[in-house]
């Protein structure tokens, strides 16, 4: 997997943590740049750890499914991606005062299960990476830099304008993330 496929790789799988950047900027109450740099690096690290492990449970069954390895990753990043884009749209015709429904504070464990919850995605493509034999410290560094990059001005964005970029980031991430899983299927496929 080159550099290119990488950064497309992190770019979709960081558009959940995008999203709920975005609404974190906009329901949550007194963010500061201190807050959005920790919604940032909590999303960041999750999102560079659960490759990781996804990678090393998807290496322990490798050999089982080496010749199927590029339906694993076209049937993983495609769920993923359709799943984001369902989401998406569902969130796109939700009336705009449902978005927020009530302001709170950034906990510790807020931030944890948010963490968590926009990394599940990440843990499934692990396995996607394990079974394309990737370098996994080299991919789980691009998706955490990604991350980090992008969820930071998201938390600033949703703190100035509000819901107009949380539904079409994830409809974007679920278009890069079927867009690579059928590169890697056709690629497989044909040879190439």
Same mark, same amino acid.
Request: glycine content about 10%; hydrophobic content about 55%.
């Given at each position: 997997?080159?550099? @290119? ?7 979709? @799988?960081?558009? &959940? ?6 609404? &974190? ?11 959005? !740099?920790?919604?940032? @690096?909590? *999303?960041? /690290? #999750? ?6 492990? $996804? ?5 322990? *069954? ?6 199927? &390895?590029?339906?694993?990753? *076209? /049937?993983?990043?495609? #769920?993923? $991606?359709?799943?984001?884009? *369902? ?9 705009? &005062?449902?978005?927020?429904? !009530?302001?709170?504070?950034?906990? #510790?464990?807020?931030?944890l299960v948010q963490g968590i919850a926009t990394s599940i995605d990440a ?17 789980? !560094? ?9 969820c930071f001005p998201a938390v600033c964005i949703g703190k100035k304008s ?5 539904d079409k980031a994830e409809i974007l991430g679920g278009v890069i993330l079927?867009? /690579?899983?059928?590169?890697? #299927? /056709? ?6």
């Amino acid at each position: 997997m080159g550099f @290119l496929e990488l950064l497309l790789l992190a770019i979709g @799988l960081s558009m &959940d943590a995008f999203a709920v950047s975005v609404s &974190d900027g906009m329901c949550l109450r007194n963010m500061t740049a201190k807050k959005a !740099a920790a919604v940032a @690096l909590t *999303f960041g /690290i #999750f999102q560079a750890l659960m490759p990781v492990i $996804g990678y090393l449970g998807g290496s322990l *069954f490798y050999e089982q499914i080496r010749t199927l &390895d590029h339906w694993v990753a *076209f /049937i993983l990043l495609g #769920f993923l $991606g359709g799943k984001m884009l *369902f989401e998406g749209i569902k969130v796109w015709q939700k009336p705009k &005062d449902e978005c927020c429904p !009530a302001q709170s504070e950034l906990t #510790f464990k807020l931030l944890l299960v948010q963490g968590i919850a926009t990394s599940i995605d990440a843990l499934a493509v692990g396995i996607s990476l394990a079974a394309v034999r990737a370098d996994i410290v080299t991919s789980a !560094a691009i998706i955490g830099i990604t991350t980090t990059v992008l969820c930071f001005p998201a938390v600033c964005i949703g703190k100035k304008s509000g819901t107009f970029l949380n539904d079409k980031a994830e409809i974007l991430g679920g278009v890069i993330l079927i867009g /690579i899983g059928l590169k890697i #299927f /056709i690629s497989h496929m044909t040879g190439a």
